[in-house]
């Protein structure tokens, strides 16, 4: 059963957390706005602070399908937007030269209908539901080529589509668009500017351990704030890559794989590949960093 869309920022904040998204202030306005005014959320941030978790989490609260375009490079038209259904059309103009249709130009120009369409994730989303409209999510758009960027800014401003052979295709109501990005290199100001814009950081230790608390409920006390101390402290180092909020999840529920309660020293050196995904990092961290990162817990516990 779709719900109705918040109407003030604290029922967003409460919209969030009914499916256990812990949100700062800032990111709920952003996210509050964007629904308001009907205009995409652009989210950047490093890899693992909770963007793509956004409209997750807004697909589930409001009832909408979630339509998710995972980008990479060398993504095209034909498998973001639509492409024509080739052997198909094909079999309809044979089918029509063997049964000596004589009007087989006519056969030939009918082929670019809608029938012959497939639609894909960004034809998807503009069209009518009865749930509403969608969630579309374009997520990591920084991976996909500058190219395909500029095909989006019609898609964002407009809502709307054009296919040569059938002209613009244009949503009745526009979809909810969330679109991230890691920061693998910076998206053109022209499509930021169609968008409202966001910036997803580490979340501090309090909020930390709210999300850790709702993705992981079974884990004691003790153990939460443990991790959630540590990973704060080895945000702090200098990474390749800091643990983002999902490796702090997974820190947890590892440790208790091994039945530990407490972030121990032999916990801590048998999973740091759980929390850490580059060798140099965790050779920094075990010569440099392990005994304060541990002290940091055992002062939390």
Known sequence: MPNSLPSTIDQTDALLRSNDYVPDRSLT??????????????????????????????AASLGRKLIRLQCYEGLDVASAVYEWNYPRQMM?????????????????????????????????????????????????????????EAYLLEVLSEYQITIPELGPVLADTPPIVVITSNRTREIHDALKRRCLYHWVDYPDAQREYAILRNKVPEAAESLSRQVVAAVQHLRGEDLFKPPGIAETIDWTRALMALDKNQLDHSGFEDTLGVVLKYQDDISRVRERAAEDALMAATAAQ
């Open 92 to 148: 309809a103009i044979r089918l029509a030269e063997a049964s000596g249709d004589e009007d087989t130009n006519a056969v030939a120009e009918n082929i670019y209908g809608a029938e012959y369409l497939i639609e894909r994730p960004l034809l998807s989303a503009l069209r009518p539901d009865p749930a509403g409209p969608p969630v579309l999510l374009i997520d990591e758009l920084d991976r996909t080529d500058e190219p395909f």
């Open 29 to 58: 306005t952003a996210v509050f706005l964007s629904l308001k005014l009907e205009r995409p959320l652009f989210l950047e941030g490093e890899a693992g602070v909770g963007k793509t978790e956004i409209a997750k989490v807004l």
